[in-house]
């Protein structure tokens, strides 16, 4: 018997991997229509830490240890409140239509390999950060890579 999957938490992680040169990393989404984007997902327990859920994130979908030494995970203490997009409402609990999503930034070395999990993404892609955030489905998203200089201060414009 298969047990029925619990409803995702409303709270979740969007982390923004970059190269010190500002190249973001996109990965297009399984589940059709084009859609490009960070690394997101929601917490696995209510009291589990955001950076503990953009960690686990970012491994699962590509692969990246954002804990390795040559990685710099940086919370930007920002937050997101959105509505759920009306197709994904049915995987939270009754009632529940908003999300709070947390911001990172990950700092990766120029040609770090991506692994991804094809559950969930089909392909991926690093473009400059202006084109990035045009490639992205997500308002939320795009903003985000376009806030990416503000926390990368010696980074290349």
């Known amino acids: 018997m298969t047990l029925p999957r619990p409803f995702k938490i409303p709270e979740s992680v969007l982390v923004v ?73 049915h995987r939270y609990a009754p009632g529940v239509e908003r999300n709070r999503e947390r911001l990172f930034g990950l700092c990766v070395p120029q040609g770090t390999p991506v692994r991804l999990s094809p559950r969930e993404h089909v392909q991926w892609r690093w473009l400059p950060w202006r084109e990035a955030a045009l490639a992205c489905f997500s308002p939320s998203n795009a903003e985000a890579c376009l806030m990416l200089p503000r926390f990368t201060p010696l980074a290349p414009r």
């Open 17 to 89: 991997i970059h190269t010190p040169a500002l190249e973001v990393l996109l990965l297009e989404r399984a589940d059709g229509g084009d859609h490009w984007q960070s690394v997101t997902g929601s917490k696995d327990t209510l009291d589990e830490p955001f950076a503990t859920t953009a960690v686990r994130e970012v491994g699962e979908e590509t692969g990246i240890d954002a804990r390795a030494e040559e990685c710099v995970l940086t919370d930007w203490a920002l937050e997101n409140v959105y509505d759920i997009w009306p197709q994904w409402l």
